[in-house]
């Protein structure tokens, strides 16, 4: 028997190639806010999209970072304000779209992240603008969650904060957007959203419709990712891809993630790897451990994807991601045998953590790490 659940997922979502020069239409004010990275600025594409949305009054904010801080947070927050915005649009990874949630948010919420965020005693509420996500990497999945991702730099802490008034109003998912994407950016952000879909898949918070979409996300991405990172034009790979992310962002917008994720803030916060990079290095660790307490659904799973064992599974993703030059050794993005043990004690300080289906402490997610120096 299935056990209860709720499944709660407001995003209006449209999915067309070419849908991003549509954004205008469902836009009701006049004051629209692009929030993007400078990539996505000079190269015209956020122009384009800004071009389309007709009698807008449309400002550009372009200097969002990779990681992004809680600074650069409350500097398009200002921008906002002062042009009394009632339209915020994310454009690009997960960076812009985590961004573009908050200052959706401080338009009518008064003070900075940090009123908000960790250690903030303030809580947000009535976000009065409309929020139009358009991922440009298929891989985020934060414009169908209500999860941002921040950095404190001065405490040099990155966290994730959950807030009702984090779902955007609108998901538009461009797949044209992805065509031009560098294969290093396939290869990571496709990765990252394997982990969101077998995070949503054996997480403590799983539920029966989560498992279907994460399932087929699986499936998806693993058919999908070589050629898309080896013939970027490929517009079938390109289209399967973003719609796996899609599915996999949805799974876990209801579960949360797992140890993958929890153990990818202190990697991308201290030693500089990009998010997915961070997530995927713990992966093919992480399948192995997984069926101390999933051992059932993990048996389900690798049939479903053709594996016989948990182990070989394992393996195929390591060779996979080898074959796509992503490291998969810790070693690779310079984390010695000494930083183990402090990687292991800010993982276990992200709650989602504990929802991995297997014991966490100091000591097992210690010598996880070390599998994998
Ligand atoms: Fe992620």
Redesign the pocket.
């Known amino acids: 028997m299935n056990k209860n659940f709720e499944f709660f997922m407001p995003v209006k979502i449209y999915f067309e190639a070419g849908a991003s020069k549509k954004a205008g239409q469902y836009i009701k004010g006049k004051k629209v806010l692009i929030i993007s990275d400078p990539f996505l600025y000079h190269s015209g594409i956020a122009g384009q999209i800004g071009e389309s949305m007709r009698g807008k009054e449309v400002v550009y904010f372009s200097d969002v970072e990779p990681n992004p801080s809680c600074e650069s947070v409350d500097q398009a927050a200002l921008l906002a304000r002062e042009m009394q915005a009632d339209c915020i649009v994310g454009l690009g990874g ?1 960076s812009a779209l985590d961004i573009s949630k908050m200052v959706s948010c401080l338009t009518t919420n008064e003070g900075s992240i940090y009123d908000y965020y960790v250690g903030g005693s303030r809580s947000l509420s009535n976000r009065s603008t409309t929020l139009i996500c358009i991922p440009t990497t298929a ?4 414009e169908v969650t209500n999860v941002g ?1 921040f950095t404190n730099k001065k405490a040099g802490i990155k966290m994730p904060m959950v807030s009702n008034e984090f779902w955007p109003d609108y998901a538009i998912i461009d797949s044209v957007l992805t065509y031009t994407l560098p294969q290093v950016m396939t290869a990571t952000t496709g990765m ?2 394997f ?2 879909a077998i995070e949503a898949y054996w997480n403590k918070n799983s539920q029966p419709m989560c498992d279907m979409l994460a399932m087929g996300a699986m499936k998806q991405i693993l058919s999908n990712i070589e050629s898309a990172y080896r013939e970027p034009s490929d517009k079938e790979a390109r289209s399967a891809m973003v719609c796996a992310s899609l599915i996999a962002g949805i799974a ?1 917008s209801q579960t949360r ?1 797992t140890g ?2 929890a153990l ?1 803030f202190p990697l991308t916060a201290e030693f500089g790897a990009s ?2 990079t961070a ?1 995927a290095i713990t992966l093919p660790a992480f399948i192995k451990i997984s069926s101390q307490q999933a051992g059932e659904k993990m048996i389900t799973l690798i049939r479903y994807l053709g594996f016989e064992t948990v182990e070989e599974f394992a393996d195929a993703v390591e060779q996979l991601m080898q074959s796509m030059k992503m490291p998969t050794r810790l070693r690779e993005i310079g984390v010695k045998e000494s930083d183990i043990e402090h990687i292991a004690e800010v993982g276990l300080n992200a709650a989602i953590i504990q929802l991995t289906p297997a014991v966490m402490n100091k000591e097992t997610v210690s010598s996880l790490l070390k599998s994998i120096l």
């Open positions: 997960g891989g985020t999945g934060s991702v990252d959203a982990c969101h876990f993630t993958i994720h990818s998010h997915g997530c």
